[in-house]
């Protein structure tokens, strides 16, 4: 009997210290930013334009020892002038939602993926014809790796670098024409053109693998009691249906995010 | 290993940040070569039809610009540049700036004797006082309207008159338009006039003409910068299933006027088998087109594919119609063409 309870005893002695027991970190934040865009696009016109804006951000976070879970939602809307004539202006919509899960792969280091589920913008301006609306609607998919750096206490940095590997994207004018260069492309031009000039129409999106694209995300975020997070990224893709005729959108986006659900607990 | 990580990260992070520069093509200037230089370029890139017009614009381009001096005014740099769309020879090329003190368009209509009298049209055929039955689409929103019913010359045939396609019309107006006419012996149809609009009214229309998939033309669309970079697409009439298709006789009416949506209107139509066209050359501009500003906010307009007919035929300079024919401008009682047409479908 003292010989059966001595191995139970060890057992569970064996099984307790096999539990690790972790932090897990959960955020859920709101966030208020300031936008600066730049966008080019060279198959109508080498002029680039700029803005800056206010962005609205929703977003969640989940990290561990182990696991880096995120999602997050913003979105802005700006008129911005042409930069020799100020009497003609563009409106610009857009929206991005993403998630994204990292693994641990050193102390404090993760790699993983980021899936832009939705990445959206529609231009528009009321002084052109045919060309007044332009739009991109894609989905694109980044291997991701971040760091977590504890430098001081209650003060964290994290860097990140998300570089795209391939799209799914939907995106008009082409060079020619008010329709998709895929669409121009495969002889696909009908005359009901609205059948083909939807941007949420997945089967008119093309595939656009690393090598045709740069899709590059930098973050630095520094948290402050976890109460706090003060958030730069820059987003930079630019893509060319024909050689020498890219288009470029880059976002500097500088954010304060409230995290107001800010959990700590220890898992095993 | 781990600080080689860490520090990559960091240096990645930061380098990256605001290079967006070095990947744009450089900011245009504004001066006047550099003006000239943007639209030469674009023309020479994005014009679908050089060939068709017999233009050669690097050549136009290299004569141009030795011309392009500092000292040149806006409005003689303007003139310079005008006669790009002087060459192009294409309705629907333009040049002009925001205001529209300056403008450069090409007439594709000047020249032609007349084969559309409005007045007489209105008073004799399809106005309220010549013809108080007929019925009228009038999207609120819209200038124009699109006319329908039949004529007091011929009861039993019909009569369409759209004087543009730059209107919002619903499949269910369409469907009761065409079962209004259902019964007709024939059909006219009057596009004189008609300056184009929404191509996918043109689309929505015509499918109400045929019971099977029809083939209009090829339409060459540039996708490239190249002289040789086209896509073709061929372009096909889909028919509307309605159970009020009408493939009676139909006679479509077009003059020189008639132009983009509306001569596109008259090549689908044409492909047709119980279609005649009766009138004038119609005026092209068959092509896709695109806009945009140059980099001192002049805002140009190029078309930007060759649309071919069945025969193989360019159609953006017009094509003839099967019966030709222009009216007598001083005949003030009838319109030659719409009598023309009676007789062709009774």
């Avoid at chain 2, 039949?150 to 369409?174: A, V």
């Amino acid at each position: 009997m003292r010989i059966q309870l001595c191995k139970i005893s060890l057992l569970v002695f064996v099984l307790a210290a096999c539990v690790i027991v972790q932090a897990q970190e959960t955020k859920v934040y709101f966030g208020l930013g300031g936008l600066y865009n730049s966008f080019q696009d060279t198959r109508h016109s080498d002029v680039q334009f700029s803005q800056t804006t206010v962005v609205p951000e929703l977003g969640f976070s989940r990290v561990s020892e182990k696991n880096y879970w995120h999602a997050n939602a913003y979105f802005f809307f700006f008129n911005y002038e042409f930069p020799n004539y100020d009497t003609i202006t563009y409106s610009k919509l857009a929206y991005n939602v993403r998630v994204g899960y990292l693994r641990n792969l050193k102390p404090n280091f993760f790699v993983g993926f980021n899936w832009d589920v939705l990445d959206y913008y529609r231009i528009s301006t009321d002084f052109l014809g045919n060309s007044a609306d332009a739009y991109k609607l894609s989905s694109d998919f980044f291997v991701s790796g971040k760091y977590i750096w504890n430098f001081m206490e209650n003060w964290q940095f994290n860097f990140g670098l998300d570089l795209g590997l391939f799209t799914f994207v939907n995106t008009e004018p082409s060079f020619g024409a008010n329709y998709q260069q895929n669409i121009i492309d495969n002889g696909e031009v009908t005359f009901i053109d609205s059948d083909t000039k939807r941007p949420f129409d997945l089967g008119n999106m093309a595939f656009r693998p690393f090598w045709d694209q740069v899709n590059i995300r930098t973050l630095i975020e520094l948290n402050f009691k976890r109460r706090l997070t003060l958030i730069y990224s820059w987003d930079l893709r630019t893509f060319s249906d024909n050689k020498n005729y890219p288009v470029t959108d880059a976002r500097h986006l500088l954010t304060l995010r409230f995290n107001y659900i800010n959990h700590l607990k220890n898992v095993e | 290993m781990k600080g080689l990580l860490k520090m990559s990260l960091i240096f990645f992070a930061l380098s990256f940040s605001a290079c967006e520069k070095i990947v744009m093509h450089p900011e245009p200037g504004t001066d006047n070569l550099s003006i000239f230089n943007e639209y030469a370029n674009l023309c020479i890139d994005k014009y679908a039809l050089a060939e068709v017009k017999g233009v050669d614009l690097v050549a136009l381009a290299d004569s141009l610009r030795p011309s392009v001096t500092d000292d040149l005014s806006e409005e003689a740099l303007f003139d310079l540049m005008g006669l790009f769309v002087d060459r192009m020879q294409e309705g629907h090329t333009s040049l002009k700036t925001i205001d529209f003190e300056m403008s450069k368009s090409y007439y594709w209509f000047l020249g032609y004797p007349s084969a559309y009298n409005f007045l007489v049209a209105r008073d004799k055929y399809y106005g309220n006082k010549a013809n108080p039955e007929l019925q009228i689409i009038a999207p609120e929103d819209d200038l124009f309207e699109l006319w329908y019913g039949h004529l007091t010359q011929d009861p039993e045939i019909g009569y369409i008159r759209i004087l543009s396609f730059d209107m919002t019309i619903s499949d269910e107006q369409l469907e009761t338009m065409m079962a209004y006419l259902k019964d007709s012996k024939g059909l006219i149809i009057d596009v004189r006039g008609n300056i184009g609009g929404f191509i996918e009214l043109v689309g929505r229309l015509c499918g109400y003409f045929t019971t099977t998939e029809v083939k209009v033309g090829t339409n060459y669309i540039k996708n490239g910068p190249g002289i040789n970079d086209f896509a073709a697409t061929e372009m096909k009439l889909q028919p509307s299933g309605s159970a009020y298709t009408f493939t009676k006789p139909v006679a479509v009416l077009h003059d020189r006027v008639t132009f983009s949506s509306g001569s596109l209107f008259c090549l689908a139509m044409t492909a047709l088998p119980n279609v005649t066209t009766i009138g004038q050359v119609y005026g092209g501009g068959t092509g896709e087109i695109v806009d945009g500003f140059l980099a001192n906010g002049w805002l140009w307009n190029l078309s930007t594919s060759n649309f071919v007919d069945l025969q193989g035929r360019p159609t953006d300079p017009g094509i003839e119609a099967d019966i030709p024919m222009i009216i007598n401008p001083n005949d003030t009682e009838t319109d030659a063409i719409i009598e023309r047409a009676i007789l062709e479908l009774q």
